[in-house]
């Protein structure tokens, strides 16, 4: 991992969202917008509770709202009326989604111009003054996180609040979470917080929650491990987060045997699924 | 909040809002307490990760019901039944903390012969009067009781707090009772047949709740109460605003007396306030009925005309009150200091003296009739936030002046020239003849001064910056305001004017803009001894011949050592034993005590009901009482102190009896003299409901009820079927209040740009109404429009074989934007009657009834009152009341 920024004392820095205490409140974005000056997106009429409805340029962290329905088990004999009597909101899950600052980053993997460079927190964050807009790094990214700025054409994501790193702060959406959901720290203490918890959850009876993005054996880790990672409790294509995720770049190396072959395509597949999304994104 | 202290003693949340991580189940209902207030959260959310169970009752699923154990949707303003059907159930499976009740509580004392119950006379207790629509309270007594004296001033004094003051002269103790709990007539039995109706069925009947979810809450509750576990309750002002808001959180009282969960850790009942510092403005009251302390305002009879008069009518012979002259003598010596004296009764004469009900919406409608000259608006913004928007915004066109001090100009600043009725065509600015004062304030980081929150906690907070401008703080100005009044009369000689001329006002100045120090008037609240000269420690010290000083007594001990105690912040130890009371953290009244009643944690004999729920304790080593809070009780009062029969004062009230408020010490599970409404809650609908009441059919609505039976304020009409659907109001995270602040920053606009409403599949099935699109909400009042969310966050319900459906909206919008990037929206309070609770004239906004068609509103929202005939007599200032005397009000806050 080539850092850019060297300082001695510095260590892997990231975040641990818990979802199971997020309570939606949105305290995280306004925080990070104000922390980094964004701008208000344009209105837009909201998906439910859900008007940001994405990570974009502006929008660096951005609550998803996960709605499932339990509906009751289907008879023949039930109406509409009946069925929506019975219907009950089983859940409604908050997560708070940002960039995962990847061990392998695809953005970065792509910059022609080394813009996008990693710190000494390895942490990836974008040089807006080097950035010249070509915008390869947003198809790159496995997770259509990073985005270009409609109006000045470069790249802006999530820095994990540099700024502050460098003083010493926390990030502003850390420091405003109510509830702690949002937690940040040295990386692998971070992990074992997240292990323990993982646990703590499954002894209470939740089996299904689960680290997405860290703690997986070495061949299984999302895009080498996330520095930003989550703790989810429905699959991860719920949260509009992919299963598997890698930078594209990653895929390039020599091929050693079959197995590999077979992956690198499957690969291609996902890459190239990420690259559609981005563009449909883009439009 | 007469509810809690016609119940326990003192109009305020028991406990504290980081004591929700020692509950183990903390029961949510009349509150979203996620989304209005997410930073309390946090400790509720420490809970659930220690496992306590959390339950939401609510008519709609919401960010509070998705991160809580349960969601039991209810139908908005049937509460009572849900509550009396807990209340039944509790007592019929004998799950009561029994030691707790026979000895804490009022169960055992005995009822009057001739009071009847609701069951006797379909709806009614005994006392009512047809023709004034009040009751005699008189047969409600305990045995034994004489019916209070003329000189009672409670009988239309405030409710607001502490306990009604139609006990004087009461010794309680001396009640006849049955600690068995067996007598016909003691309240434990007198409770159980008012209740034994309220079954699973019924619950389910008239709150579409179906049976086995409602035996699950109860189940819940009653597993985590007891010795070992406690129940935290929270609510909020869904519980205030109805027509029976007080009987509502008096049935929460009941509920929490009866499982034993007052005064103990991760117990009690949390009364979630709206706004940073309510709990202050009724503490230091901007109520018309109270004065600093809850002291009740002198009323324009003979009775108030003397001080010996007053206090005889508000000070009680036993329990804390009997203290009441030393409070109301040590507020006159803050006032008008050494004019004060004991040859002119301190200056009493020369208070205001009250002539009625001069709450909010009689004010409004007092100005609507050209009977108000002016009217300063300071922190609050009635053209959105009050009910019946339209016809607040119709009586501020009525006015010679208006002084509006607000961050911008907002709805109430602006109604002359953009408002619903300027763009109809209906007013015309050129007519208008109030003339508008805008001045512009200052922000809460751009002056100094304390909080007071929901937990009673002051909290002080320095100025960060200068306010921009003109900008003032509000104690600039009103500071300023007094100065120059007090300087146009200096030379007076007239009597009238002896109260300004001897105001005391001699705040120090600092700055360029001579901006008076806010320590200096905490210093003045603290109180002083005006022989030494030295700040009081606390209400212990004050005095009744005018050597003490004081300008609120509950806060008293706030700047005690000269130490401005509420900016403390360390927050001690909070892994210790008792680690989350961090004593050191801002100041709490009374007395820095964080959990009030908290005698009540510890047995009558002053042992912990158990190790896990420890607080408050007497060390026998010591003789005093000691714990890891300030005990709520005297310090050196033994568990075992059994009063003379003679006693008066404090003297009266037991060593084990917690509520040292009430007169007899116990919590109230009957209340004799508190509400005006019902000793015991009793159901009734909301004053529009489209159903009728299943217990007591010939009623309908509380009896007591506040209406106005106006042209301007019509109600859906009984049998009127135009109005099939019941709305209710709430609150969203992302806006605060009527909106100004939250719609005008581009941050937290873009999170919800729209007003929207929030209706079932069902419904929007059946109107053709779409997800997204426009629908439009009709009342007799108004219509407006909004975006329809059609979720099944909201569920038709069941009601036998009735299907219900309810109409869910957030209150936040209005017509005014200083920025191009904020939103505006229709105001749902256009849609709303104004009514009251009768003992707080608070309206009922939670609960109303509408119709709901797809499409956009075909004019402006309130057109349809253009027309109504509002011709009244300006000097009648109490208008068309139906006959019902309302006799207080909340403050400005609570009002949607």
Redesign the interface.
């Known amino acids: 991992m080539e850092i850019a920024v060297q300082r001695p004392e510095a260590q892997r820095m990231g975040f641990f969202t818990d979802t199971t205490?997020c309570?939606?409140?949105?305290?995280c974005?306004?925080a990070c917008?104000?922390w980094n000056d964004l701008?208000?997106?344009d209105?837009?009429?909201?998906l439910?509770?859900d008007?940001?409805r994405e990570l974009s340029a502006s929008t660096w962290r951005h609550v998803r709202f996960v709605?499932t329905?339990r509906i009751p088990e289907p008879e023949p004999t039930l109406n509409?009326?009946e069925a929506?009597?019975g219907?009950?909101?089983d859940?409604?899950?908050?997560m708070s989604d940002v960039c995962k600052h990847c061990t392998h980053a695809g953005c970065l993997d792509a910059c022609p111009t080394g813009a996008l460079i990693r710190t000494e927190f390895e942490t990836v964050i974008v040089q807006s003054d080097v950035c010249n807009g070509c915008g390869y790094c947003v198809p790159s990214c496995p997770f259509g996180v990073i985005d270009r700025d409609p109006y000045d054409g470069r790249a802006a994501k999530c820095t994990l609040c540099y700024d502050r790193l460098e003083d010493g702060l926390e990030p502003a959406c850390a420091k405003a979470c109510?509830?702690?959901s949002i937690q940040f720290g040295p990386y692998e203490e971070l992990v074992e917080r997240a292990k323990g918890r993982v646990a703590t959850l499954h002894e209470?009876g939740l089996e299904g929650a689960y680290l997405y993005g860290a703690g997986d054996e070495p061949q299984d880790q999302l895009a080498g491990g996330l520095g930003a990672f989550f703790l989810l409790t429905e699959p991860p294509e719920r949260y509009g987060l992919p299963a598997h995720a890698d930078s594209p770049i990653q895929q390039n190396g020599p091929i050693a045997n079959a197995t590999g072959v077979a992956a690198a395509f499957v690969a291609a597949g996902l890459a190239f699924g990420a690259f559609a999304a981005a563009f449909r994104k883009a439009r | 909040m007469p509810g809690l202290g016609t119940s326990f003693g003192r109009g305020a949340a028991t406990n504290y809002q980081q004591d929700f991580q020692n509950a183990d189940c903390i029961w949510i209902q009349g509150s979203g307490l996620m989304e209005a207030h997410p930073v309390g959260s946090r400790w509720a959310m420490k809970a659930r990760e220690r496992g306590a169970k959390l339950i939401h009752v609510d008519p709609h699923f919401s960010r509070t019901s998705a991160v809580s154990d349960m969601h039991v949707p209810i139908r908005a303003g049937s509460d009572i039944a849900f509550l009396g059907g807990l209340i039944r159930h509790i007592i019929e499976t004998k799950s009561y903390f029994e030691e707790y009740v026979v000895n804490y509580t009022n169960a055992p004392h005995l009822v009057r012969e001739d009071f009847q119950d609701t069951e006797d006379l379909e709806g009614l207790f005994s006392g009512f009067d047809p023709e004034k629509g009040t009751y005699d309270r008189t047969t409600w007594l305990f045995e034994g009781m004489e019916p209070p004296g003329k000189t009672s001033s409670a009988e239309v004094q405030s409710t607001q707090a502490f306990t009604d003051r139609t006990q004087a002269g009461e010794t309680l103790q001396q009640v006849p009772n049955d600690p068995t709990l067996q007598h016909p007539r003691c309240v434990f039995q007198v409770l159980r047949r008012h209740y034994s109706r309220y079954t699973p069925e019924m619950v389910s009947k008239v709150c579409g709740i179906p049976e086995d979810q409602f035996l699950k809450v109860a189940e819940t509750l009653i597993a985590n109460s007891g010795r070992e576990r406690t129940t935290m309750l929270a609510y909020a002002v869904g519980w205030t605003q109805h027509t029976a808001g007080v009987q509502m959180i008096r049935a929460g009282s009941i509920v929490q007396l009866l499982l034993g969960n007052i005064g103990r850790p991760g117990g009690g009942i949390m009364a979630m306030r709206g706004h940073a510092s309510i709990q202050g403005s009724s503490d230091i009251p901007t109520l018309y009925d109270l004065l600093p302390g809850y002291l009740p305002m002198p009323r324009a009879t003979e009775d108030d005309q003397t001080l010996a008069d007053y206090v005889e009518a508000g000070g009680k012979k036993s329990g804390w009150w009997s203290h009441f002259d030393e409070y109301i003598i040590s507020l006159l010596k803050a006032w008008f200091g050494e004019a004060a004296t004991p040859e002119n009764d301190y200056g009493f004469g020369h208070l205001p003296k009250l002539t009625g009900n001069h709450s909010h919406y009689v004010t409004t409608l007092r100005a609507l009739d050209g009977g108000l000259d002016g009217m300063f608006v300071m922190g609050q913004n009635p053209a959105v936030g009050s009910q019946h928007a339209g016809l607040q915004r119709r009586a501020l066109a009525q006015m010679k002046w208006l002084v509006v001090r607000d961050l911008a100009d907002l709805e109430t600043a602006s109604f002359w020239k953009d408002s619903p009725e300027i763009r109809s065509g209906e007013m015309k600015p050129e007519d208008i003849q109030t003339e508008v004062f805008l001045m512009p304030a200052a922000g809460h980081v751009e002056k100094e001064g304390h909080f007071t929150n929901t937990q009673r906690l002051l909290q002080w907070r320095d100025k960060a910056l200068d306010p921009p401008g003109d900008a003032r703080s509000e104690l600039h100005f009103v500071y300023h305001i007094g100065k120059r009044i007090k300087a146009h009369y200096a030379d007076s000689t007239r009597e009238r004017d002896w109260p300004i001329r001897h105001l005391t006002w001699g705040y120090r100045e600092h700055g360029v803009h001579d901006e008076p120090s806010a320590e200096d008037v905490l210093r003045e609240i603290n109180g002083y001894d005006l022989t030494t000269g030295k700040l009081l420690n606390g209400f212990g010290e004050m005095r009744n011949d005018g050597t003490t000083s004081c300008g609120c007594w509950i806060y008293s001990g706030c700047f005690a050592d000269n130490v401005n105690q509420p900016r403390r912040r360390d927050p001690g130890d909070l892994n210790a034993p008792g680690g989350s009371v961090s004593p050191e953290w801002g100041w709490a009244w009374p007395a820095n005590r964080r959990v009030l009643y908290n005698r009540a944690s510890a047995d009558p004999s002053g042992k912990p009901w158990s190790e896990r729920k420890k607080l408050v304790w007497w060390d026998e080593e010591k003789e005093q009482w000691a714990g890891y809070d300030v005990p709520d009780f005297p310090p050196g009062k033994r568990p075992d102190y059994k009063p003379h029969p003679e006693a008066e004062g404090m003297e009266a009230i037991p060593g084990s009896a917690p509520f040292m408020m009430m007169p007899d010490g116990r919590g109230a599970l009957f209340s004799p003299s508190g509400p005006l409404d019902a000793p015991i809650p009793t159901h009734y609908e909301p004053l529009e409901s489209p159903v009728p009441n299943e217990l007591y059919p010939k009623l309908g609505a509380n009896p007591l009820g506040i209406t106005w039976m106006r042209p301007e304020n019509p109600l859906v009409a009984e049998g009127d079927d135009h109005y099939p659907l019941v709305a209710s109001t709430f609150r969203l995270t992302e806006h605060h209040t009527a909106g100004p602040m939250s719609r005008n920053l581009p941050w937290l606009a873009e999170l919800q740009p729209e007003m929207f409403a929030e209706i079932d599949p069902v419904l929007a099935r059946e109107r053709g109404i779409k997800d997204g699109e426009w629908m439009v909400i009709e009342t007799p009042r108004a219509e407006i429009e909004a975006r329809a969310k059609v979720t099944n966050r909201v569920q038709p319900l069941r009601m036998g074989e009735r299907i219900i459906h309810q109409v869910c909206l957030p209150w936040h919008w209005g017509t005014f934007k200083t920025n191009p990037q904020g939103v505006t929206g229709d105001t749902v309070n256009d849609l709303i009657a104004i009514s009251g609770d009768p003992n707080t004239t608070i309206h009922e906004s939670k609960a109303f009834r509408c119709n709901v068609r797809a499409g956009r509103r075909a004019g402006e929202t309130t057109v349809r009152l253009a027309d109504v005939d509002t011709d009244q007599d300006p000097n009648d200032d109490q208008p068309d009341f139906a006959s019902k005397t309302p006799h207080s009000v909340l403050g400005d806050e609570e009002q949607a």
């Open positions: 205490v309570i939606g409140c949105k305290a974005e306004v917008k104000q701008p208000a997106d209105l837009r009429a909201s439910s509770y008007a940001t709605e329905l509409f009326v929506a009597l219907a009950q909101l859940r409604w899950v908050f109510p509830t702690d209470r």
